[in-house]
């Protein structure tokens, strides 16, 4: 985008629908000629162009006066895009002869760009309906072939189609949001199937020997039928009953509520009858009322008060039983020594599963930092493979801390 | 008087609640006529045996109508009954006018927690709210009477309305009839 400064996000979005449906039809032409259309700006130039040689008369243009005439655009844009659409003849020379300056433009593409302006805007719908009534008016034309006929049943098949496709496709496997997003310019035209409807009897009336294309076109009707069925069944089904009235898009409500008068809005009333406000009050609960408020004669409750202050505190409880009983096993094991190995004690245990016990509550004392004893490990290694304990780590157990008891 | 009349005045009544009527025209059938003291107008309220009235919602356990604030509400209208009713062995309808503000006296022995502001405003939200449902009848900016739907009490709520009635203490000593 060369100049996106001034553009605001409606005019980018209006663009951008141009530029898709022009991609998607020129993107054969263009792709030949190297030139592919990457930006909304080139439609506009072709359009310059275009209309430049409208004013030219029949003389024609040469390349400069081209340039000349459209001045918004840079000189370079125009030129590239004049190439571009002289290699798929849109413009061609007056006259076909070498070194030949005036060039002339063809109206078709003109005419194609028109359409495809107008096709981004409406969806297509409008064209398809001006596709049928001229369909219908050649059907009704004593000259039209039954081939012609024959071509037209197959085009408009082949249209519904591919309307029909998109949209089942979108009811059975997208999201709401994108459902309600993309479908709704495809949904909601149940006059263009009458009218292909008809176009389809008037056909099979006429030329009986139609009849399987006929029935191609019929099926085709159907599956849009279906396709818009189905979605319009999602998008109620998930919109529930008030966002689900005809699918009105939500501007017309709005617009309605704000233009309608009290009188409008009120008859969407009309046949409703509401109940009055009528609250029954049985004499009890009118005597409960009064005697509750007569006996509250002392004014306000006071809150409840814990009654923590009444009752002595809880006498000292030992937070840690378990420190007790630590430091009374930590002197038994000690037995009067400041230090002992690891070793020494497994070996006064005797047997391994004393001997683990032990270990574990070693273990456990030196854990607690609160208790002045520790076991400091060693890098030695004693080995003894006659005894049950084949290896025991240098490790040994101290009365320590004495400070932080 | 036809039945799509009659059909038509019950519709009336539901939507709208009690309808005042001149004193001549006919009663359509279920309604009952509750004249006015001054015999100049009716009212037309349903006449609903005990068994089809509004209790039958609490019976079935089905939430009715709500009101907002509905225990301050009832207190309201007791002071209201209190005032209004100068005889308690009379019928509560038609009852006689009372000022507000006699209300407010009394409704200040039933809501003793509340300030003089609290309760002035319970008193103009009661008054409002009940008069809506028809429960009483605003007559200018500081006079209200009873409405005609408390004259569908039956005769078992009256005698517990005169309960009720002796329990509330009066609170204008002006009033010889109310000793």
Redesign the interface.
């Known amino acids: 985008m060369t100049d996106a400064a001034p553009l605001t996000l409606d005019d980018h979005e209006a663009e951008s629908a141009v530029l898709g449906i022009y991609r998607q039809v020129f993107a054969v032409l263009a792709r030949n000629a190297n030139a592919m259309v990457d930006d909304a700006d080139s439609v506009g130039v072709d359009e310059a162009i275009l209309r430049a040689f409208a004013g030219a008369g029949p003389v024609g243009m040469t390349i400069e006066q081209v340039v000349l005439a459209c001045p918004n655009s840079s000189a370079d844009v125009v030129r590239r895009r004049f190439e571009v659409l002289r290699s798929y003849r849109a413009v061609t020379r007056v006259n076909e002869r070498a070194h030949e300056l005036f060039y002339q433009a063809t109206f078709a593409p003109y005419v194609m760009l028109l359409f495809l302006r107008r096709l981004s805007q409406t969806g297509g719908q409008a064209e398809l309906h001006r596709m049928l009534s001229m369909a219908r008016l050649a059907l009704d034309d004593d000259d039209t072939t039954p081939e012609v006929v024959r071509e037209q049943l197959l085009e408009m098949t082949t249209v519904f189609r591919l309307l029909a496709n998109p949209i089942m496709q979108l009811a059975r496997s997208a999201t709401v949001e994108s459902l309600r997003a993309q479908a709704q310019p495809l949904l909601g035209n149940s006059d263009l199937l009458d009218k292909a409807r008809m176009y389809h009897n008037a056909a099979a009336d006429r030329h009986p020997r139609l009849l399987p294309e006929c029935t191609q076109l019929r099926m085709a009707l159907a599956a849009y039928r279906d396709a818009v069925n189905i979605a319009a069944g999602r998008l109620l089904a998930h919109a529930g009953k008030t966002l689900a009235l005809g699918l009105l898009p939500t501007e017309r409500w709005r617009t309605f509520a704000r233009d309608s008068d009290a009188e409008d809005l009120a008859r969407a009333l009309d046949g409703l ?15 409960e ?6 006996m ?2 002392s ?2 409750v006071p809150p409840p008060r814990s009654r923590s202050d009444d009752e002595q505190p809880p006498t000292e409880v030992d937070p840690d039983p378990e420190a007790k009983l630590l430091a009374a096993r930590a002197e038994e094991l000690l037995a009067g020594r400041d230090v002992v190995t690891v070793a020494q004690l497994l070996a006064d245990a005797g047997d391994w599963p004393t001997g683990r016990r032990v270990l574990s509550e070693v273990t456990a004392i030196h854990l607690r930092p609160e208790l002045p004893y520790a076991v400091t490990w060693g890098d030695g290694w004693w080995v003894d493979v006659t005894s049950t304990r084949t290896w025991v780590s240098d490790g040994w157990f101290r009365r320590d801390r004495p400070e932080s008891a | 008087m036809t039945e799509r009349d009659t059909a038509l005045w019950w519709a009336r009544i539901r939507s709208g609640g009690p309808q005042r009527v001149s004193a001549g025209g006919p009663t359509p059938a279920g309604l009952r006529r509750l004249v006015e003291a001054d015999a100049q107008a009716v009212w037309l309220i349903p006449d609903l045996p005990d068994s089809a009235g509004p209790a039958v919602l609490t019976e079935y356990g089905v939430p009715g109508t709500s009101m907002l604030d509905s225990r301050g509400t009832l207190r309201v209208l007791a002071a209201c009954l209190r005032c209004c009713w100068p005889d308690p062995a009379a019928d509560l309808w038609p009852g006689r006018p009372a000022p507000t503000g006699d209300i407010g006296q009394v409704l200040r022995r039933l809501v003793p927690a509340r300030n003089a502001v609290s309760r002035q405003q319970l008193l103009a939200a009661g008054l409002r709210r009940l008069a809506a449902s028809g429960w009483i009848l605003l007559e200018g900016t500081d006079t209200m009477r009873m409405g005609p739907r408390v004259a569908s009490f039956g005769s078992l709520e009256l005698s517990t309305l005169r309960e009720l009635w002796r329990l509330i203490p009066d609170t204008a000593p002006d009033r010889p009839e109310t000793s």
């Open positions: 009858l509401f109940d009055a406000p009528e609250p029954y009050f049985t004499a009890d609960e009118l005597l009322a009064v005697e509750e408020g007569l509250a004669d004014g306000r």
